[in-house]
């Protein structure tokens, strides 16, 4: 293991070309580190649960746990982690801000960390967007930057009402958990933000007005329309809609170019700003640095976070400058200020642009999905294969089962088997989607052809071994 890990990625583009090479299934036995986390840390822990790994040392896409075994990771901190672990520049980055004696953290004081970033932002961002492009720096997590969004749009048009998606994730704090569809993480909450409203995403597979394709996708825009035109809808006048252009935890949905064309002819007839939540999908993810820019189209506030640090905690949020309407200090935090962040951040979108990354999470992408086709052709059980350059998905069904709806059933005991089975043979995979039946593939985006050649390899072997228990 020492060898691959030592080898770098001096070229964006994993030239290491290292996969795990399992001879053996993988043991998941809990070791006492993972044993000490459950006896100290909180019952919120999730991703143990299901990835019960202790990682020891990482280097590009592979992760070396404590017993020494070596696996590909397609998860990738959720998405946070665009160019991979240890990437060499970006630690002789972080290695200098310590020896230039830049400070950890600044508030909003500026320095030439925090100028070099800005400008590496706005020229990473499209042409036209970046010309009055405003940017606001907000606390560490996304959730913090959704929330900023909601007070922008509210102050700024002196409305309340706010429209998100069914299977939309906007975060965990009190107005972006208002925000998200999952019913489970709202179950034993009370006193969310009131005067949101859910419309139907264009989800083909599970389609609200039983269509699917271009057609259900029409109907989906005819029914926003329709409830922001009637005066009987029981809808007030929205401040924004806030949408993610693909949806990450709801199950890996890409939205289409036309409805995307549509949602943003709609909100500019209405008044009403329109939000796109990037922060998974965003930063080369999709194939483009940013997944609204494949519809020709601009958001009137664009939220960031994940990626946009280079592996460190930070959010920022991005809107036109005719939309600047706060006072100074309506909305504050001590962490904003990540001077770090900043620096990896900076860094991360040269070598996107430099290195064509997100060219490259287009063909990988491309490459992934032929490949999970290729297997759906031998499991019944594959409902669907979807996404978008590297954020994809696998809809796990019982084959030939229908709900009342004439929709396929969801199977997520068996996409915990396959999950745990890929784990055995090297290969970290999350999963998410109605019921927990989607898995999901968020490699960073300089993972190589030959290592996807390996994720799908491991994935048919892990169908074959799940399917047959």
Known sequence: M???LNLAHET????????????NLYDLTPDDM?????????????YPRRLPIAIKTTRGVIVEDTKGQIYLDCLAGAGALPLGY??????????????DGVPYQTLDITTPSKDAFIKAVMKFLPEKFAKNARIQFCGPSGADAVEASIKLAKLYTKRNTMVAFHGAYHGMTNGALALTGNLGAKSRRTGLMSDVHFFPFPYSYRCSFGLGGEEGAKQSIRYIESVLTDDESGITKPAAIIVEPIQGEGGVIPASVEWLKELRRITSEHGILLIFDEIQCG???SGEHFAFESAGIEPDILILSKAIGGGMPMSIMLYNEKFDCWNPGEHTGTFRGNQLAMASGAKTLEIIQRDNLAANAHARGEQLRAGLTKIQQKFPQI????????MNGIEIVKPNQFNGLG????DPQLTAKIQRAALELGLIIE???RKGSVLRFLPPLIISEKQINFVIDTMARAFAAAVKL
Not at 12 to 23: A, G, H, K, R
Not at 34 to 46: D, F, G, H, K, P
């Open 86 to 99: 240890n990437h060499s520049e970006i630690n002789q980055v972080l290695i200098k801000q310590l020896n």
């Open 12 to 23: 964006s583009i994993s030239n290491d070309q290292e996969i795990p090479l399992v001879t």
């Open 2 to 4: 020492q060898n691959v």
């Open 383 to 390: 409902g669907e294969v979807r996404g978008r350059g590297l």
């Open 283 to 285: 930063v080369g993810r």
């Open 407 to 410: 929709h396929a059933e969801s």
């Open 34 to 46: 993972l044993l000490n986390q459950a006896n100290y840390e909180s019952e919120v822990r999730s």
């Open 431 to 433: 999963k998410g989607g």
